[in-house]
């Protein structure tokens, strides 16, 4: 069973303890569909990072700098790894192919 999504925080390099939280909301909601019994396509993932990012800038706008956009897309492509998706995220929001893990 995918065990991925955590209650524990990971450090997303935010402004405060509160941006951290929000961002680890992000990356749960978006680990939820990844490990769901129904498989998303590339374009969906873009979207779900986008539409994250989007929820968690409306009170944390540092949420766009580099390191908190590639601390969310590490976390979400070791949901991508776990599963066996044959592509991951980047932190600029676009899908690199892989092949499978």
Known sequence: MPTTATTKTTDFEMYTPAGNRAC????????????????ITAEELEHLFEEACKKVSQTHKEVYDTEPRWHIGNEINKALKEVGYGFRIDYYGGVQYIGTF
């Open 24 to 39: 680890q909301a992000a990356v749960n909601s978006v680990t939820r569909k990844i490990l769901g019994k129904t498989r």
